[in-house]
T-cell receptor, first 113, second 115 residues
Framework: KQEVTQIPAALSVPEGENLVLNCSFT??????LQWFRQDPGKGLTSLLL?????REQTSGRLNASLDKSSGRSTLYIAASQPGDSATYLC????????????FGQGTELSVKP | GAGVSQSPSNKVTEKGKDVELRCDPI?????LYWYRQSLGQGLEFLIY????????KSGLPSDRFSAERTGGSVSTLTIQRTQQEDSAVYLC?????????????FGPGTRLTVL
């Protein structure tokens, strides 16, 4: 059974700091991994999608890496801003499980001005 | 273009009543998913529709939960005889196709409170 774990569960940093969020998964037979952002009381916003054949994806200040063989992904946020405060979720889509995503529990990020 | 929409945004109901939640996927997306997000369980898969294929219902927690998708577009999730443990945010997502490499896009969710 696929399990997805995110560390840390919560993180508080001062504005301007670079930070790394971690995601690990137990079954490497995946199509892809998605990173999402969720603001309080809102739905999920897709940030980055990394296909299983890719090593990383970048969008603005965000960079996500994927090491499928070791079951790990990281989300790097450069020069953090208070507007980055949200919960960040990673999810994997695994083979032979239809199209469903398996989610981690999320990392709650707070960026202090 | 328009994203995934869900209605209502909030629903408060009494224990034992039936509720219907609606999802409008992105136009042209053939795959539609329902997930549930609750405090104790995180985000869990409920059901998945792909085109005209039989839905994957493996995530439905009990036979009080059912869903249908009409005309390959709009979907309705129905919960019968609601219980307090059904209180959660119900999220809908769609993608161009199901299994495979396509990105899922999520709606804003319906927050269900069962009193």
């Amino acid at each position: 059974k696929q399990e997805v774990t995110q560390i840390p569960a919560a993180l508080s940093v001062p504005e301007g700091e670079n930070l790394v969020l971690n995601c690990s998964f137990t079954d490497s037979a995946i199509y892809n991994l998605q990173w999402f952002r969720q603001d309080p009381g809102k739905g999920l916003t897709s940030l980055l999608l990394i296909q299983s054949s890719q090593r990383e994806q970048t969008s603005g200040r965000l960079n996500a890496s994927l090491d499928k063989s070791s079951g790990r992904s990281t989300l790097y946020i450069a020069a953090s801003q208070p507007g980055d405060s949200a919960t960040y979720l990673c999810a994997v889509k695994i083979y032979n499980q239809g199209g469903k995503l398996i989610f981690g529990q999320g990392t709650e990020l707070s960026v202090k001005p | 273009g328009a994203g995934v929409s869900q209605s209502p945004s909030n629903k408060v109901t009494e224990k034992g009543k039936d509720v219907e939640l609606r999802c409008d996927p992105i136009s042209g997306h053939t795959a539609l998913y329902w997930y549930r997000q609750s405090l104790g369980q995180g985000l869990e898969f409920l059901i998945y529709f792909q085109g005209n294929s039989a839905p994957d219902k493996s995530g439905l927690p009990s036979d009080r939960f059912s869903a249908e998708r009409t005309g390959g577009s709009v979907s309705t999730l129905t919960i019968q005889r609601t219980q307090q443990e059904d209180s959660a945010v119900y999220l809908c997502a769609s993608s161009l196709a199901g299994a495979g490499y396509n990105e899922q896009f999520f709606g804003p969710g319906t927050r269900l409170t069962v009193l």
